[in-house]
């Protein structure tokens, strides 16, 4: 998925779930930062303070990336979180590992680590890993079917367009964008169609299998899952009864799934963030944005820098607010997350990841 569901999307939902305005904007900041965090390593300060982090994506979300620990560590835990075929703990799916790695939506993995995310939620970062956690939780629908090593499962060949017929478009703008004789990692076979809300299409997979995909049915489900997560965080029970969106949001928020088609997610974000400007959404009209890096983004907020890139020997002047700056409180839950997904979450399913 892209900015205008992990940003626009997470935090409409978030509102109609009832959190405040600034609870669903630190929740749908956190979500779509996931795909934004890609600074990893040692923050050094002047007066000798120094802050490990980790990163949560690839520059520029680079499906050609073949580094197989990077991808174990980035790529599982964060986006291409393993389905173990839909089954629980204690059942494993038919097959080889590559089975288990898959991607599924709403997976028994996936509601666990909603579970998780519930039960922490006292710890300072609470929110800001409820967002990663929404972020995780919708790619479960967005990227199912694929798996974030590089395997020959991810392959896709015969790509058709909502009406069956070959996507020349497609087929044109995938030649040459692979190393040849590599194997693609996720869905970098298909490039963003997984990603665009709006999209109708199809594949045949690396196993043989017809794939038809409905991404406007799909991404209304996470919506609806993500709504009844989030109420169930609110009550601060994993298992509590709740019901799904209200009507007419839901109405709306199909309609703009299906009618945002612009390929540019930068736009279709745009549109989200002027639809719930103008109250259009049953909370009322609301002012959301979105800066990653520079003037008025977290990272700044809490390192006073506007760099892009971090350089290997920068040192960075301490202030005391860091210690509960919004960027701090997300790393924190990015390293509480990944810990537990890699090394508590994945190992009960019989997964073992670096």
Not at 196 to 207: S, V
Not at 288 to 315: C, F, H
């Amino acid at each position: 998925m892209q900015i205008d569901f992990h940003h626009g999307v997470t935090y409409v939902v978030a509102r109609l779930a009832g959190f405040d305005h600034k609870a669903a904007n630190t929740i749908a900041y956190a979500a779509q930062y996931v795909d934004d965090a890609t600074n990893g390593g040692l923050i050094r300060f002047n007066n000798g303070a120094l802050f490990s982090r980790i990163s949560s994506a690839h520059k520029m979300l680079d499906y050609r990336n073949f580094n197989e620990l990077a991808n174990h560590r980035v790529w599982i835990p964060f986006h291409f979180l393993p389905g173990n075929g839909g089954l629980p703990a204690d059942q494993d799916p038919q097959g080889e590992f590559i089975e288990k790695l898959i991607c599924r939506p709403n997976s028994c993995v996936a509601q666990d680590v909603v579970r998780e995310c519930i039960a922490r939620q006292d710890a300072l970062y609470g929110l800001h890993r409820l967002g990663i956690t929404m972020h995780v939780y919708a790619d479960t629908w967005a990227h199912q079917g694929f798996a974030g090593v590089n395997h020959q499962v991810n392959e896709a060949r015969r790509l058709v367009d909502e009406t069956g017929k070959t996507d020349r478009n497609l087929m044109t703008r995938l030649k040459g964008y692979f190393i040849s004789g590599a194997f693609p990692l996720g869905h970098g076979a298909v490039l963003g169609n997984p990603d665009k809300p709006f999209l109708c299409w199809g594949y045949i997979n690396g196993q043989g299998q017809q794939i038809l995909r409905n991404n406007p049915k799909d991404f209304l489900e996470a919506a609806e899952q993500m709504y009844k997560a989030m109420q169930r965080y609110q009550k601060a029970d994993p298992d509590a009864p709740v019901v799904g969106l209200p009507a007419s949001d839901k109405l709306l928020i199909a309609q703009m799934f299906q009618t945002l088609t612009s390929d540019n997610r930068h736009i279709r974000h745009q549109q989200w963030l002027q639809a719930i400007a103008d109250g259009k959404f049953s909370f009322g009209p609301a002012t959301v944005s979105y800066q990653p890096k520079g003037k008025n983004s977290w990272k700044y907020l809490a390192l006073k820098t506007e760099g892009e890139i971090d350089q290997v020997d920068e040192v960075f002047t301490y202030h005391p607010h860091f210690l509960t700056s919004d960027w701090k409180l997300f790393h924190d839950a990015l390293q509480a997350h990944h810990f537990y997904v890699i090394h508590e979450l994945l190992p009960q399913y019989r997964i073992c990841v670096a």
